[in-house]
């Protein structure tokens, strides 16, 4: 073979023909790309350099540089590169390059801007729009990035990456019901993906559509055994479904995959605490904290777990986590020093504030006069709905409503819920006067008993719902048409339900024999009056629970299985609230036999009262 056949062979190896135009810039990058196709990077960059020598302007060339020194890894380069080649055509095909070496450095708002340009070139390019939503992930301006990704399944609805990204973005947004269409599409175009099970099952969970999100999961884990955030989510959704021994069996195949991960560890120390199994919960806590010494939710479980079994002393003090770590951003930015119990406080003026839910806050308010009796000028800041409630509490100076966004000059300051532990509270010592609230106005009481008219039967209010964000809402509340087979009893029922939900509205639209006023209840001091004109209160766990107890009302509660840590265990009574009964439900976890028992007990003490 001579010279010129050993060259011609050299070139045809390298995929350049020897043809008329072979040596041509766009054959040879036409050449170079299809090496760059093919892994062969050094023969790749030699036609690059001979069609640059040929020209050293050609565009597409200098964005085939930009691609070899991209898949090296050298984003400074390629961008120099794409820039290059962009000043002499701004292909949006090079602006994409472009945007996208600059993502891998980092530089998130000028590759928005870069991909914003290549849209406005081309904007029937799918693709592109799905650039553009990326980086405006990067940016954490995820609305924007929704738009975009749903731009791009607008061009091109087959775009898988598209619909996944823009379900996960849905997904983090709250948008439950568009996130479960994204996926399903995705599900459609790739059919068995695990990670488009495993978030559709995180989305229709959101949705309370717990079976479904059971079946995703099963099929993911079908695919990806050893998926440890499979089989912890596969347990939560069987926590939710009310299947604790079955959920106790996923977290442990997750911690065989992932031995150490706390938020497993805690989730199993849950369905423990569900099923009663105390020991075993408190031992899980203790691996998760020497997983994790730090780790303030494990933390904030073991202090509620504590006060549930009635260790008092640790569970007040394990609480205050909640300002240290848990909630950092929720935490009451005060510069006075924190009151708890410590210091004498006479002669100073003390802010008292609200920091859980309006139940917690009638409940703890039995401590404000307490603290006046130590001598100082008490100041109360809490929610709008209770200030009237709260203000004619003994020894409070002002009452501030958390809305008028100032606040009085103090010296120091104690959270509602900390002033159990400032005034070491023990099981045995629980202030639990008949009644703590200041008796409803005169005034409020006539009117409302003008709107009950004449008190001929007893008065039964009803409460079955409490706040649907709350995260053990599906076992506090029932729905309206369970109380239906208490309504046969001789007696005047009023509904002391706000905002009920769609399906309870209806339910009470359907039940003459409830009287509705709760049009009236413009703030709890209403509610209050209502109440105090009523012979007995039955609800579940909710803030009306505690405001009929703290006005010393007879008040029945509801409770699951396994209660909020204050309602304590296997226990009738409550400490906190003398005239309070509880009925629980046992271990089968349905509200049906507890709903029976007060109809029950509801019919004798009417009976007794008529034979009385």
Same mark, same amino acid.
């Given at each position: ?52 020598? /040929? ?63 290549? =849209? ?58 568009? /996130? ?66 079955? %959920? ?13 991960? +706390? ?39 073991? %202090? ?60 703890? %308010? ?30 409070? #100076? ?28 023990? #099981? ?13 106005? *005169? ?45 046969? +009893? ?16 209806? %339910? ?6 409830? =009287? ?20 007995? =209160? ?6 009306? *629970? ?55 007990? #509801? ?10």
């Amino acid at each position: 073979m001579n010279r010129r056949e050993r060259r011609a062979a050299g070139r045809k190896s390298r995929g350049i023909s020897s043809g008329p135009g072979a040596n041509t810039p766009a054959a040879l990058c036409d050449a170079g790309m299809r090496h760059l196709r093919a892994e062969q990077y050094l023969d790749a960059q030699l036609c690059c350099q001979q069609a640059l020598e /040929a020209d050293p302007d050609h565009a597409d060339t200098l964005h085939l540089m930009g691609l070899l020194s991209f898949h090296a890894a050298q984003y400074d380069l390629a961008v120099e590169w794409f820039l290059r080649a962009i000043r002499h055509d701004a292909k949006p095909q090079y602006l994409a390059s472009l945007g996208t070496a600059l993502q891998n450095l980092g530089r998130f708002e000028e590759a928005f801007q870069v991909f914003d340009k290549a =849209v406005q070139l081309k904007p029937d390019a799918a693709v592109l729009w799905r650039f553009r939503g990326n980086v405006l992930v990067n940016l954490d301006r995820r609305d924007q990035a929704v738009l975009s990704y749903q731009q791009a399944l607008k061009l091109d609805p087959r775009d898988r990456d598209a619909a996944y990204n823009s379900g996960a973005l849905l997904l983090q947004l709250g948008r439950l019901d568009e /996130a479960v269409s994204c996926f399903n599409l995705c599900d459609q175009l790739q059919g068995d993906h695990a990670p488009t099970l495993q978030k559709r099952a995180l989305a229709l969970g959101g949705l309370e559509r717990f079976e479904e999100a059971l079946a995703d999961n099963k099929r993911a884990h079908a695919l990806d055994p050893t998926n440890a955030d499979v089989c912890n989510s596969t347990g939560t959704i069987l926590q939710s479904l009310g299947r604790n021994e079955e %959920a106790l069996s996923w977290f442990d195949r997750s911690l065989e995959h992932r031995p150490n991960h +706390v938020e497993t560890l805690n989730n199993k120390a849950f369905s423990l605490i569900e099923l009663r199994r105390f020991d075993d919960a408190f031992a899980v806590y203790d691996r998760s904290k020497a997983v994790d010494p730090g780790h303030a939710a494990t933390d904030w479980n073991v %202090a509620l777990l504590q006060m549930m079994t009635g260790n008092f002393e640790a569970g007040w003090a394990g609480r205050e986590v909640r300002w240290k770590k848990l909630l950092p951003g929720d935490a009451p930015k005060l510069s006075k020093p924190i009151w708890l119990g410590d210091e004498a406080i006479a002669g100073k003026t003390i802010l008292l504030h609200s920091d859980e839910g309006l139940g917690d806050a009638i409940q703890f %308010a039995r401590y404000v006069p307490m603290v006046a009796a130590r001598g100082a000028r008490v100041i109360l800041a809490i929610e709008d709905a209770v200030c009237p409630l709260l203000s004619g509490l003994s020894g409070v #100076l002002e009452c501030v409503p958390k809305s008028a966004g100032r606040l009085p000059a103090f010296d120091l300051h104690c959270p509602l819920s900390s002033l159990p532990l400032a005034f070491g509270t023990r #099981l045995d010592s629980i202030p639990a006067e008949k009644s703590y609230l200041a008796p409803p106005a *005169a005034d409020r009481l006539r009117n409302w008993g003008d709107r009950l008219g004449p008190h001929k039967r007893f008065r039964v209010g009803l409460v079955w719902s409490g706040n649907p964000k709350h995260n053990n809402d599906r076992n506090r509340s029932i729905p309206l048409r369970m109380l239906a087979r208490i309504l046969d +009893v001789d007696a005047t029922f009023v509904s002391l339900q706000k905002d009920p939900r769609p399906d309870d509205r209806a %339910a009470l639209l359907e039940r003459p024999e409830i =009287v509705d006023p709760t049009a009236h209840l413009t703030d709890f001091a209403e509610t209050a009056a209502l109440v105090s004109c009523l012979d007995l =209160v039955i609800t579940v766990d909710t803030s009306v *629970a505690h405001l009929a107890g703290a006005l010393g009302r007879p008040t029945w509660i509801l409770l699951p299985y396994t209660p909020d840590y204050r309602w304590l265990l296997d226990r009738d009574d409550s400490p906190w609230y003398p005239t309070v009964r509880l009925f629980r439900q046992a271990a089968t976890r349905e509200y049906g036999s507890v709903v029976d028992r007060v109809r029950a007990e #509801l019919q004798a003490m009417i009976s007794a009262r008529k034979t009385s």
